[in-house]
């Protein structure tokens, strides 16, 4: 275990580290796409970007050109490879769904998604559509995650979490590898945060950085979870939320990925639906197909100002995944 490892153990008390980071890389490589890092200077209509001669004030990290549309399929297949069985379960709001529903069909595993009262019909028609069963249940995020681990536990079904799972952290954790090793001068990074295990691995990513990098989490206005369990010191849990980004209505911090937050994320913050529109508009402007879910983390940015005109250094922001209504659709008729 390394120096940064054994910090980072004794300070959250997680089974998961930097180390991990490293060797889900190396796991999933021949199932990823490592998704490019587009320069400010390709983003055309976005405001407050600094001109030709000034020093790029931000990044883009394009997970919505990731196969299955989302960054999803990284922890999804750390955790596939690394479990090695033959029928899995996992809960999901759709784009985990799609993603373990995408590595079953390649990997000739059984599949079985899922997803609560509310989630979107676009992405459980897409599951189907890759091979996957899906079950409703009713209620939320977290309703939806207990009958997950009920059926696991019933069926002998391997669970697959959509982000509290040591290997799901790892696996997503991959996205903040890359984007450092391609951006070495960055000084930010924003993160839309759904369940969290995107922004615990984009931690555990840092760790080893030389340099010191501010890591950002986005939440909806709706769902703060993380900031106001960090607030209280100890785990919240919130009423389901109906956000238009879909992919980040977690009702309740993850156990595992909470000690990371509070220890290494430097500030947490909330997007209203209006914001996440108009970034999601500012993308698709820009030629970035995004997913509500996927705007999150620039409309956060434009939020903290870092866009403003002469705002120095430079950032980056994930856009997570890019499954919307009408690319699912198009996917889901391709795939039957």
Do not use: W
Not at 82 to 108: C, F
Not at 113 to 137: D, F, Q
Not at 313 to 330: C, H, I, Q, T, W
Request: hydrophobic share 45%; charged share 20%.
């Amino acid at each position: 275990m390394s120096a940064a490892d054994t910090r980072l153990a004794t300070a959250t008390g997680t089974p998961v580290g930097p180390a991990d980071v490293l060797a889900a890389a190396e796991r999933i490589a021949p199932h990823v796409r490592h998704t490019p890092l587009l320069r400010c200077d390709s983003l055309p209509g976005l405001p407050g970007l600094p001109g030709p001669s000034d020093p790029p004030g931000l990044l883009v990290k394009a997970e919505h050109l990731q196969h299955s549309g989302s960054f999803k399929l990284r922890g999804a297949a750390n955790a596939m490879l690394a479990l090695g069985a033959d029928e899995v379960v996992a809960g999901s709001s759709g784009n985990h769904g799609i993603a373990v529903a995408t590595l079953g069909r390649t990997l000739g595993i059984r599949v079985t998604v899922v997803m609560a009262a509310g989630a979107a019909e676009s992405k459980e028609l897409a599951i189907r559509a890759l091979g996957g069963r899906v079950l409703r249940v009713p209620g939320g995020v977290a309703e939806r995650d207990r009958y997950a681990k009920e059926f696991a536990a019933r069926t002998g079904s391997a669970l697959v979490p959509s982000s509290d799972h040591p290997l799901v952290i790892a696996g997503q954790g991959t996205v903040g590898l890359e984007v450092f090793r391609d951006a070495p001068e960055l000084d930010a990074i924003f993160v839309p945060v759904g369940g969290g295990g995107l922004l615990a691995g984009v931690c555990l990513a840092a760790a080893h950085l030389p340099r010191p990098v501010r890591v950002i989490g986005v939440e909806p206005e709706r769902t703060r979870r993380y900031a106001r369990s960090v607030a209280a010191g100890r785990p919240v849990e919130l009423p389901p939320s109906d956000t238009v980004a879909d992919g980040l209505r977690g009702q309740r911090p993850g156990e595992l990925i909470l000690p990371i937050v509070r220890h290494r994320v430097d500030e947490l913050i909330g997007v209203d639906d209006a914001a996440v529109l108009r970034a999601m508009d500012l993308l698709h402007r820009a030629g970035i197909a995004a997913e509500p879910s996927g705007a999150a983390a620039l409309a956060g940015a434009l939020r903290s100002g870092t866009l403003r005109s002469g705002t120095p250094g430079r950032s980056a922001v994930v856009v997570s995944g890019g499954n919307s209504a009408a690319v699912l659709a198009a996917a889901t008729a391709a795939a039957r």
